[in-house]
């Protein structure tokens, strides 16, 4: 790759952030698949960096999920979204950060196609007020927050405690980012870095002290693609996907992978156990995966957080390996207790995978 | 009387129209902005469907007009509108009365890095058919690879293209593509060779008949679809995604060198001259034409003609038989007056 070139388009594709007072709007799924990323993102920007963020309990899904899968209109997506957008309004806040990329990019269609046919806004705004007595103005900024992490990472970095670096061979980490794919497939210029070399996440790992890998299948899908795995026939064909991806990068022995989306860390993660099921392939090292980390997870390993603190206790992918080499320390016998030290119990281990 | 004739543009329209206007008795000033003449085809290896030397064309074309004015490296910074003509301002401080003007300013080649997907700029061995056609010149390029096994064509690089605001076809590509591949056999005999098309568009005297030879002589494989996606392997080979639309499957291959048939699009620094003069752009951006079947050369303004492809993309002989045309016009004009 001509890093040169790489730059010139990253630095084509950069845009406005404001650097304070977000509304943050958290994802449906990812507390329960990652339940310390959001909770860390709230205590990164507000405790650690002393920023303005606000949440709402009233904030509720952005019909994303059903608008992907076919089950809802996108009328219907629009006018729950409207709520949504009269929710910030109502709280005084005019820049929207929603933890999750395929809202993001619900938000980013939506407010595009209302840009492009003015008379469905009125519309939308009309069920609005018909439905619950709502008017709302659009955010002025959007960013996903993983574009806030981005815009904050060399705040981030001079507060590390621990690098992207193999404490014993003193080398980079090498590290795969991969990209949600409602993040900028769709409208290149939302997110920074554009779509074919977004630099979000690439932007943070080296900040961080680590190396990106560029690897044939990066732009692949992780395998979720909704419809490939909601309905229940197509799975085989979201694994497939995500065998292709690790089939794609194994030649470059990654030490850890980072992704912006919600389904794309669980499915990285937990299709790795069945892999490793099916063809008895591992692909990290010494028959370990590759560790799936989101960025949040990986911001609070680099500010020194306890990583049992951070949930990767659970995760599929035992996370040890890129502990040790990021020098973090761990007690393994806490891996299993809860925030109250109460016993979390020690799940049965796999045997396809090494875990611990 | 001014018999002035400015001729803006010295690729081989502005070229050709000054030949023919020496033959005529005039003695054309000729101004070009680059500091040699020959424009695109003086960067060019071969033409097709004969692989005849650019180089020669544009060398015997040099000699043909030295009799005429020239200014190279030289641009034009004002015009203004007299009774019976235009007097020019030129960028070395040079003031023309001009009766008549002819316009061949040509065109552009599309900035294939804009196509980001593609990978131009940031893979190494992705490269544009003008970088080929230097490298096939003689020139030096580390990116063409010593001994490739397999070599990829991407046409429509920019053209038939909305996103890339550009829904006309270049003309020329198809044509080029299949010369190039043709070119890359010749010089690596066992390199495997992908043309991936949208349409093949071989509407001129010999095309098909050199298409057949692409194909039959020298194995040039066609792949009908359009390449979505190239990334590096590990081992610094391109991977190439692409759907073969005549069997409906999804394709992927592994290549050394990937060339993207880059398309014509307009050139912009014909927009002064445009906006001095007063002349309409048509909607594909080139210069508007009074008429696009009988007056393809005529501006609609008095005294001020076209040729070549600053109206819309063109082949070597559509350009040297409207910078022809375009001569006799201005004859007919000047002698009517």
Redesign the interface.
């Known amino acids: ?2 890093l ?3 730059q ?2 990253w630095s084509d594709y950069q845009k406005d952030i404001p650097d304070d007072h977000w509304y943050y709007v958290r994802s449906c799924i990812r507390q329960n698949f990652f339940p310390a990323s959001e909770r860390m993102f709230t205590h990164i920007v507000k405790d650690v960096l002393g920023k303005d963020l606000y949440e709402t309990p009233h904030h509720t899904t952005c019909g994303g999920i059903a608008y992907h899968c076919d089950t809802i209109p996108q009328e219907t997506a629009m006018t729950i979204v409207a709520r949504q957008f009269a929710l910030m309004t109502e709280a005084g806040y005019e820049n929207y950060c929603p933890s999750c990329i395929t809202s993001f990019g619900n938000y980013a269609e939506i407010l595009e196609t209302w840009r492009e046919f003015p008379e469905l806004e009125a519309r939308i705004r009309e069920d609005l007020w018909k439905a619950c007595r709502k008017e709302f103005n659009k955010p002025k900024y959007l960013a996903h927050s993983s574009d806030l992490i981005y815009h904050w990472r060399g705040d981030i970095a001079r507060r590390a405690k621990k690098l992207l670096i193999n404490v014993n061979t003193g080398e980079p980490l090498r590290v795969v980012e991969h990209i949600g794919c409602h993040y900028a497939k769709m409208f290149p210029s939302k997110g920074v870095g ?4 977004p630099c979000v996440l690439a932007g943070m790992i080296e900040s961080w002290g680590g190396q990106v890998i ?6 692949h899908c992780c395998g979720y693609g909704f419809r490939q795995y909601h309905v229940k026939a197509n799975r085989g064909y979201s694994l497939s996907n995500t065998h292709k991806k690790f089939e794609s990068m194994e ?2 022995h990654p030490d850890l992978i980072i992704t912006n989306c919600p389904g794309c860390p669980y499915f990285l993660d937990r299709w790795q156990y069945v892999i490793a099921c099916q063809t008895g392939k591992t692909y990290g090292e010494n028959g370990h995966g590759i560790p799936v980390l989101t960025y949040e997870e990986l911001a609070g390993l680099v500010l020194g957080y306890d990583p049992w603190d951070l949930g990767l206790q659970l995760h599929q992918v035992a996370v040890e390996p890129l502990l040790q080499k990021m020098g973090v320390s761990y007690d393994p016998s806490a891996k299993y207790l809860g925030l109250n030290r109460e016993d979390l119990m020690k799940p049965e281990l796999p045997t396809s995978i090494k875990c611990y | 009387m001014n018999r002035n004739i400015v001729i803006i543009g010295g690729g081989i329209a502005g070229m050709e129209a000054t030949k023919s206007l020496l033959a005529l008795g005039y003695t054309p000033i000729l101004i070009e902005s680059q500091p040699y003449l020959g424009g695109h085809v003086a960067q060019w290896h071969k033409l097709f469907p004969d692989m005849s030397s650019a180089r020669e064309l544009v060398d015997r074309l040099r000699k043909e007009i030295a009799a005429a004015n020239l200014f190279l490296g030289t641009d034009v910074v004002s015009m203004n509108r007299l009774a019976n003509g235009w007097t020019l301002k030129l960028s070395n401080g040079i003031v023309i009365n001009a009766a008549a003007l002819l316009i061949s300013t040509g065109f552009k080649l599309f900035d294939a890095a804009r196509k980001e997907e593609y990978g131009y700029g940031i893979y190494e061995n992705v490269i544009t058919n003008a970088d080929l056609e230097s490298w096939f010149s003689g020139e030096s390029d580390w990116r063409i690879p010593q001994n490739p096994q397999a070599v990829g064509f991407v046409h429509c690089v920019g053209s038939r293209d909305l996103k890339a605001c550009n829904s006309q076809c270049s003309k020329v590509c198809c044509a080029t593509a299949i010369k190039q591949a043709i070119e890359i056999r010749e010089h690596f005999p066992f390199a495997k060779v992908y043309c991936f098309y949208m349409d093949l568009r071989l509407f001129g005297k010999k095309y098909e008949d050199f298409y057949a030879n692409a194909q039959r002589d020298y194995g040039v494989q066609f792949i009908r679809g359009r390449v979505s996606e190239v990334g590096e392997t590990f081992d610094h080979r391109l991977q190439v995604k692409a759907e073969d639309t005549l069997s409906g499957k999804p394709l992927k291959l592994q290549l050394d060198m990937l060339v993207l048939m880059a398309g014509i699009v307009r050139n912009q620094s014909v927009q002064s001259i445009s906006d001095m003069a007063g002349l309409e752009t048509d909607s594909d951006g080139f210069l508007r034409s009074s008429d696009n079947e009988y007056g393809v050369v005529e501006s609609g303004q008095p005294g001020i003609f076209y040729a070549g492809a600053c109206t819309g993309p063109k082949t070597v002989p559509e350009t040297v038989a409207e910078a022809r045309s375009a001569a006799l016009q201005i004859h007919s004009y000047l002698k009517d007056k």
């Open positions: 790759m001509i040169e070139g790489r010139k388009i554009g779509a074919e070399y560029d690897y044939p299948e990066r732009r030649p470059y």
